[in-house]
């Protein structure tokens, strides 16, 4: 019992350590990996390479797949040359699988002290999420190691003879076996490494292993689908395609098995593990056989999956692709996108306001009141999205921009549920009593209106570049709005006392408007907070400029 223990904590320190080094290689060079994949990788032979080194360095195709998938959703990278880059990925897997069936018992301590020293002592910088690198590494190594003693007592034990014994020789079967544990370990990699460890240990033959192998590979497909089968039509092209050629690949090998059982026991004579090694051929041949056939297969998986228009989506969120979940920096830009289609929205009611009072237009005033359920629905898209992207696997600049996006999201579904009640004023104040604004008035509220629009252009330009200027003068125009307020507030007391009737009939309202409006801006001025914070631009506030003045 405490050897079966010893062995399933050593099968979870080995995906954990899978884990750290793909969340720890995203945190440090996720945006680069991303540009690498975005380049216009159009050339088959290219894109195969590129997919080869990029889930070399996240030691998991799934990861790979979920990236390229995005790209080919937003249109950055064709179908044909996803599929070619997931083929790369598939021999890139292998060929770290290949890496780690060497005997590394003496890298392991010397890669955790030195990740853990790095780490420790550099946290908030790049050295220290590479000494994160470095522990999951670590552990890896560390972790194959202790599967082989926890199983070398097992190799002696009845039970476990009469349990290979009793495992079924169709290669089929095992190769199911070996899917379904590839997608509960969500680690194609670490599952083949199991494996090879398990056959080292005689407790697997090699026929049981090749079968366990297919079935990991196969379980590799399956996880990326199962993970993007919820995504629109042109996200699940990669992941259905590269599925496709799994299973092709597995029934083409199938036959065959039996007869590769003794080439591949004379590579442990060269030092190459056996199992290890036949993964490495299986894919490398599934890639260069099937890398002539990526242009048909997406020329057919278009005409099966063909993109939805946004037409016909037009409530929902156009840009928080689940996709891209897997590649935190890709995931943070998909919801600024998001974001600014919630801003579009919001800058759509306010523009509105005008024609509503000029026109008292209770149609209008309905329909923008209506878009402001839009703006909560995208608010709370937008959040549930941001809380699905880990945190750990942020860089310091992506940590906070997700902070950023969140306040800046709050801040456009408080302006949406300000501009809805002020529109419903209008409507109860003004239209439905047959009342007009004086011309004074009206042309105050005109002149507020149009700063306010200016305004908030001026911080969607703030929130998508963040320049420290534009930071400075939006807030210099939110001081001045407040100003202009409290002038136009005076200017009415003053008509009031001068019995002007139409100021007399909507004082309520004009009075309620123009605080409402200032309101708005104090949200679109909260943009700029966290860019003059960054740059240590913010002065002391009033309540403590006053404390000091008293003292």
């Not at 099937?290 to 939805?308: C, N, Q, Y």
């Amino acid at each position: 019992m405490l050897n079966l223990l010893n062995l399933l904590a050593a099968i979870a320190l080995l995906v954990w350590g899978t884990h750290m080094v793909r969340t720890g290689v995203l945190r440090v060079i996720g945006g680069k990996l991303r540009d690498i994949l975005a380049r216009g990788i159009n050339q088959r032979f290219v894109g195969l390479l590129a997919g080869l080194g990029v889930t070399g360095l996240l030691q998991s195709s799934t990861a790979t797949c979920l990236i390229v998938s995005a790209f080919v959703g937003r249109g950055m990278i064709t179908t044909a040359a996803a599929l070619a880059i997931m083929l790369g990925a598939d021999v890139g897997t292998s060929l770290m699988a290949l890496f780690f069936s060497f005997d590394l018992s003496w890298l392991s301590p010397l890669l955790i002290f030195a990740g853990v020293v790095t780490f420790v002592t550099n946290q908030n910088n790049t050295a220290g999420r590479w000494g994160r690198v470095a522990i999951g590494l670590g552990l890896m190594t560390l972790a194959l190691h202790l599967i082989v003693e926890a199983t070398r007592p097992m190799t002696q034990s009845p039970g476990v003879k009469a349990l290979l014994m009793a495992l079924p020789s169709d290669w089929a079967i095992l190769m199911l076996v070996g899917a379904l544990l590839t997608v509960i370990s969500y680690s194609s990699l670490a599952m083949v490494l199991l494996t090879a460890a398990l056959y080292t240990s005689g407790i697997l033959t090699l026929p049981h292993a090749l079968g366990l192998v297919l079935g990991a590979n196969l379980g590799s497909g399956v996880l990326a689908y199962l993970n993007l089968s919820k995504s629109s039509p042109e996200v699940r092209r990669v992941p259905v395609g590269n599925l496709g050629f799994k299973i092709m690949g597995c029934i083409l090998a199938l036959p065959v098995l039996h007869g590769l059982a003794a080439p591949l026991d004379l590579l442990s004579q060269w030092g190459l593990h056996p199992v290890v090694s036949f993964h490495v051929i299986f894919n490398t041949l599934l890639a260069l056989t099937l890398i002539f056939f990526v242009g048909a297969t997406a020329r057919k998986l278009e005409d099966w999956l063909p993109k939805v228009a946004d037409s016909q989506r037009p409530h929902e969120p156009r840009y928080l692709d689940p996709t891209a979940l897997g590649t935190p920096a890709l995931a943070i830009a998909c919801a600024a996108r998001e974001a600014m289609h919630q801003a579009d929205i919001v800058e759509g009611m306010l523009r509105g306001i005008m024609p509503v009072i000029r026109n008292n237009d209770a149609g209008l005033s309905q329909q923008l009141r209506e878009m402001d359920d839009q703006v909560d629905r995208l608010y709370s898209a937008i959040k549930f999205y941001l809380t699905q992207i880990s945190r750990e696997a942020l860089s310091e600049n992506e940590s906070r921009r997700w902070t950023d996006i969140m306040s800046f999201t709050i801040n456009m579904e408080q302006m949406g549920d300000i501009i809805e009640r002020v529109l419903q004023d209008i409507e109860d104040k003004k239209i439905h009593k047959g009342r007009e604004f004086s011309q004074a008035g009206l042309e105050e509220i005109e002149d507020m209106h149009q700063r306010l629009m200016a305004n908030l252009r001026l911080g969607l330009s703030v929130f998508l570049y963040g320049e420290l200027q534009d930071a400075q003068k939006l807030l210099e125009e939110k001081v001045k709005l407040r100003d202009l307020e409290r002038e136009y507030a005076h200017r009415h007391l003053t008509r009031l006392q001068d019995n002007t009737p139409q100021s007399i009939g909507t004082s309520s309202l004009h009075i309620d408007l123009i605080s409402e409006l200032k309101r708005i801006n104090s949200h679109i001025c909260s943009i700029a907070y966290p860019i003059l914070e960054q740059a240590g631009a913010l002065a002391e506030t009033r309540l403590k400029q006053s404390q000091l003045r008293l003292d």
